[in-house]
Nanobody, 123 residues
Framework: VQLQASGGGLVQAGGSLRLLCAAS????????MAWFRQAPGKNRELVAA????????YHVDSVKGRFTISRDNAKNTVYLQMNSLKPEDTAVYYC?????????????????WGQGTLVTVSS
């Protein structure tokens, strides 16, 4: 599968952005999907993950209540709705996928990476 992320940009603190990750290739609904982010000088961290059918979701504590991951298997797309953005959310955001396990719970589970999309939150 090939993953194409988009939707990043510059936004003021308190604002919103929606990231999209479009997948090409068959059987998108067989992939567990996730969003990671990497801020300058920091390790890449898991932000949110979603199961194959969208029934199970995970959000890291720092974004709970502000970010929501979702997917549309008919459109081969996974989304990350980001509200109430903070300067500390500034990072390059990456979408990721796993076919074998059908779930992404940590960095080591990722089989496929998309290119990053930069999110910059100004104070």
């Amino acid at each position: 599968v090939q993953l194409q992320a988009s939707g990043g940009g510059l936004v003021q603190a308190g604002g919103s952005l929606r990231l999209l990750c479009a997948a090409s290739g068959p059987s998108f609904s067989s992939y567990g999907m996730a969003w990671f982010r990497q801020a300058p000088g920091k390790n890449r961290e898991l932000v949110a993950a979603i199961s194959r059918n969208g029934a199970t979701k995970y959000h890291v504590d720092s974004v709970k209540g502000r970010f929501t991951i979702s997917r549309d298997n008919a459109k081969n797309t996974v989304y990350l709705q980001m509200n109430s953005l903070k300067p500390e959310d500034t990072a390059v955001y990456y979408c990721a996928a796993n076919y074998r396990l059908g779930v992404v719970e940590r960095y080591g589970h990722v089989e496929y990476w998309g290119q990053g999309t930069l999110v910059t939150v100004s104070s």
